[in-house]
């Protein structure tokens, strides 16, 4: 009997899923896409995620829409992946993999895949297009650390942003600092924020103490980035020789 229940539920699932996403696409393609990006996803998922809720078959469904937003990815059907990813976290708000994986689709490969779109003549067109998807991966994190905020992964995942598709080294080492503080965070999230920072214009001091602080911790800390930073900013602030570290030898 549960094993019925559980077959019609996700019938009823897939269902749900592919009708809005067919008479959303199909006619309209990419274009009419971009213009639809702002529109309020919840509201078309509150039937389905009632459904799921009082089911109690939420994590189920959550993992067929997580398995079925990778297949779009592959096909580079951005426009499924975004409502998949949406209704996946929507049914589980608390699966750190869920939000993580649907910012790099979005802000890494899609955002990528609209710059380059050769269906677009346009460059203007294209850079919006990227932009949207940007702030629709960074939206993901942000919500997914509203939901999660003792989780350093994703505040790093929200760094790695802002460093390498924004060029904000100011919020890059903002959000490394956040993860570093975390039960679990990776070690170099600490030295990562101090990196981020002595590239700030007006807070290299503030920089320069917090990598001398990790040099000063030992051995361990004292990488090759590091010293290459510190020496740097020793050059930078016209730190006096007798403060400066040793030359590596």
Do not use: C
């Not at 996946?88 to 802000?107: G, K, S, V, Y």
């Amino acid at each position: 009997m549960i094993r019925s229940v559980l077959v019609l539920l996700i019938v009823l699932m897939l269902g749900a899923i592919k009708l809005p996403i067919e008479h959303s696409f199909s006619a309209t393609r990419q274009a009419r896409f971009r213009d639809r990006l702002d529109l309020n996803f919840r509201e078309q998922l509150s039937q389905l995620g009632f459904i799921a809720a009082l089911s109690g078959f939420r994590s189920i469904v959550a993992d067929l829409l997580f398995i079925q937003a990778n297949a779009a990815w592959e096909r580079n059907e951005w426009g499924r992946v975004l409502l998949l990813f949406r209704q996946a976290t929507t049914l589980q708000p608390r699966a750190i993999l869920f939000w993580d994986m649907a910012a790099w689709h979005l802000a890494w490969n899609a955002s990528t895949a609209a710059l380059n779109d050769p269906a677009q003549p346009r460059l203007a067109l294209r850079i919006k297009a990227q932009r949207e998807f940007l702030a629709l991966g960074r939206d993901f994190l942000e919500r997914g650390i509203e939901n999660n905020p003792g989780q350093p992964r994703l505040y790093e995942t929200l760094a790695r942003l802002y460093r390498e598709k924004y060029h904000d080294h100011e919020r890059a080492s903002e959000f490394f600092a956040k993860a570093a503080v975390l039960p679990g965070a990776m070690s170099y999230d600490r030295r990562f924020a101090a990196y981020e920072l002595s590239q700030v214009a007006g807070r290299e001091r503030e920089a320069y103490g917090r990598l001398h602080g990790l040099y000063d911790a030992g051995e361990s800390e004292r990488l090759p980035t590091l010293i290459s930073r510190l020496k740097f900013l020793e050059e930078k602030l016209d730190i006096p020789d007798s403060q400066r570290i040793p030359d590596e030898r």
